[in-house]
Nanobody
Framework: QVQLVESGGGLVQTGGSLRLSCAASGRTFSNSAMGWFRQAPGKEREFVAALSSSGRYSYYADSVKGRFTISRDNAKNTVYLQMNSLKPEDTAVYYC???????????????????WGQGTQVTVSS
């Protein structure tokens, strides 16, 4: 099991940027795909981005492609989400998650993610 703690959320204006961090503890971090999800008020949780354990393969939701970048530093047990050109519709609680077993070809499914952080609030004002 991996313990995850997100940070970096906050209030930003439309068009601004934020970088979220997720610090992980546990021996399986470097072998796990890492992902970011978000949940807006009154909406279901949705996939944002994921990154393979090696960092070689990345996966993005269409709504964030070209604006968000996921990265990881296995030496620091940390995964990041750089968010640029933020829009009000990006407002949500963002969650970090770890998937110890997944398909590199297909990308990790939401059900592959077994460990979750507590979330960090991102608010984009118009």
């Amino acid at each position: 099991q991996v313990q995850l703690v997100e940070s970096g959320g906050g209030l930003v204006q439309t068009g601004g940027s934020l970088r979220l961090s997720c610090a992980a503890s546990g021996r399986t971090f470097s072998n796990s795909a890492m992902g970011w999800f978000r949940q807006a008020p009154g909406k279901e949780r949705e996939f944002v981005a994921a990154l393979s354990s090696s960092g070689r393969y990345s996966y993005y939701a269409d709504s964030v492609k070209g604006r968000f970048t996921i990265s990881r530093d296995n030496a620091k047990n940390t995964v990041y989400l750089q968010m640029n050109s933020l829009k009000p519709e990006d407002t949500a609680v963002y969650y970090c998650a770890a998937a110890p077993v997944y398909s590199v070809l297909a990308g990790p499914r939401e059900t592959d993610f077994r460990s979750w952080g507590q979330g960090t609030q991102v608010t984009v004002s118009s």
